[in-house]
């Protein structure tokens, strides 16, 4: 267990909806991850948040949006779903801020969008 | 563009033999790698990491050499157990740059009884 908890683990939808997966870093961790796998792809870095402010955007579609919450917790907001958006959603956090560190990564989030 | 490749989709070997996991990238700025390790329906852990300035690190079982003049890592366990068989992923970093961990596909490794 890595103290990452996301939820929910599976989401299904339609496409042209709108869901929010939500992020609880390991205790003491400021930084959040958010990153994408689709299927036989590695993980896509999308972003990364560190203690509520953005700190780092990758490959993340305008679709797409995050926060992180003064409790720390995060939540990636897909809008306007579309079928090649159905992937494996997994959140990571890290104590500090720089990205090039031991990540602890969450279960991950499994959406399918019909 | 695929910065970071891990050309083989997966690997079997036997129990107690030596498992080696091979990754290229193609980013002369990257200055750190991570191998990360996923169970199915887990999410991955971290295995081992290494700095661009050394070419060896090693942690129990597992070491991972880089190459840098071949742009090129690889990570061997001694000796496999069943409880390793999981897909790796390699992953690199630009630690004076972006630092955004860049990863490889993964690669499946099944160890055999």
């Known amino acids: 267990d890595s103290g990452v908890t996301q939820t929910p683990k599976h989401l299904i939808t339609a496409t042209g909806q709108r869901v929010t997966l939500r992020c609880s870093p390991r205790s003491g961790d400021l930084s959040v991850y958010w990153y994408q796998q689709s299927l036989d792809q590695g993980l896509q870095f999308l972003i990364q948040?560190?203690?509520?402010?953005?700190?780092a955007k990758g490959n993340i579609l305008e679709r797409f949006s995050a926060q992180q919450f003064p409790d720390l917790h995060s939540e990636l907001n897909l809008s306007s779903l579309e079928l090649g958006d159905s992937a494996l959603y997994f959140c990571a956090s890290s104590v500090g801020g720089r990205a090039s560190v031991e990540q602890f990564f969450g279960p991950g989030t499994r959406l399918t969008v019909l | 563009d695929q910065q970071v490749k891990q050309n083989s989709p997966s690997l079997s070997v036997q129990e107690g033999r030596i498992s080696i996991l091979n990754c290229d990238y193609t980013n002369s700025m990257f200055d750190y790698f991570l191998w990360y390790k996923k169970y199915p329906a887990e999410g991955p852990t971290f295995l081992i990491s290494?700095?661009?300035?050394?070419d060896k690190n090693e942690d129990g079982r597992f070491t991972v050499f880089l190459n840098k003049s071949a742009k090129h890592l690889s990570l061997h366990i001694v000796p496999s157990q069943p409880g390793d068989s999981a897909v790796y992923f390699c992953?690199?970093?630009?630690?004076?740059?972006?630092?955004?961990?860049?990863f490889g596909k993964g690669t499946k490794l099944t160890v055999n009884p």
């Open positions: 992953a690199a970093s630009w630690r004076g740059g972006s630092e955004k961990l860049v």
């Open positions: 290494i700095s661009s300035i050394k």
């Open positions: 948040y560190y203690n509520g402010e953005e700190r």
